[in-house]
């Protein structure tokens, strides 16, 4: 059984930057991909950035060259860089852990990007 628990959200001026964290317990077994979803007001939730055990990355269009995700094995967490943030970013943040058959996700957090 994985926990997941992001923090680090909040709100922030157009161009601000926030990094979101996310803190697992439980075992990640390899093969694993973590990554990070968002989801805006009245829209479906979607991929904003994941990576896997074998250290490939994958990012949505709209953040490329904004949003770094990055892991520290050592503090099991999974983190998310925003840079350049923008209004049409906001949105509530979810981490999601893939790992032993099961998918894991946390309780979110709020992103607000208003001046």
């Known amino acids: 059984q994985v926990q997941l628990v992001e923090s680090g959200g909040g709100l922030v001026q157009p161009g601000g930057s926030l990094r979101l964290s996310c803190a697992a317990s439980?075992?990640?077994?390899?093969?694993?991909?973590m990554g990070w979803y968002r989801r805006a007001p009245g829209k479906e939730r979607e991929l904003v950035a994941r990576?896997?055990?074998?250290?490939?990355?994958n990012y949505a269009d709209s953040v490329k060259g904004r949003f770094t995700i990055s892991r520290d094995n050592a503090k099991n967490s999974v983190y998310l860089q925003m840079n350049s943030l923008k209004a049409e970013d906001t949105a509530v943040y979810y981490c999601n852990v893939i790992t032993g058959g099961s998918v894991y996700w946390g309780q979110g957090t709020q992103v607000t990007v208003s001046s």
């Open positions: 439980g075992s990640i077994f390899s093969p694993y991909v």
């Open positions: 990576l896997s055990s074998i250290h490939t990355t």
